[in-house]
């Protein structure tokens, strides 16, 4: 059986006791990724400027896990409001620009806390 490993990223903690994500064997899940800028700790009220940070934070995340964004299967995007999705689909463009070669997704509304817009989780494989 694989033993799971908890990965702990400076600048992405969350505010309870979990990690940002796990890897077991060669599957990778995360835990909400937001805006919430890793290096500054500034979560912008601008959306363009917040789905931006959320990406570099995905990349940050693929790279601690020993990846990028290349091994993303799937990704869960949840917008506080339907009219932050193009927001989302900006950097989302910029990370998986060939339309015949991204993960799989799914949006929904959710009622997200503080000033988060949107966040993502996703699944991947190493």
Known sequence: MAKRKS??????????PIPNGVVIGNMVFSSAIGGKDA??????????????AMFRN???????????P????????????EKYRDNVNGP????????????A????KVDLRGKNLFQIEVTAVL
Do not use: C
């Not at 290096?39 to 931006?52: I, L, W």
């Open 7 to 16: 990965i702990h990223i400076p600048g992405m903690e969350h505010g309870a």
């Open 105 to 108: 997704r799914h949006a929904l």
């Open 58 to 68: 995905l990349a940050l995340f693929m790279e601690a896990v020993g990846g990028s």
């Open 39 to 52: 290096k500054t700790g500034v979560m912008s009220d601008d959306p363009d400027e917040q789905a931006a």
């Open 70 to 81: 290349d091994n993303i299967a799937y990704m869960k995007v949840y917008l506080k409001d």
């Open 92 to 103: 989302w463009e910029k990370m998986f620009p060939d339309p015949h070669d991204r993960p």
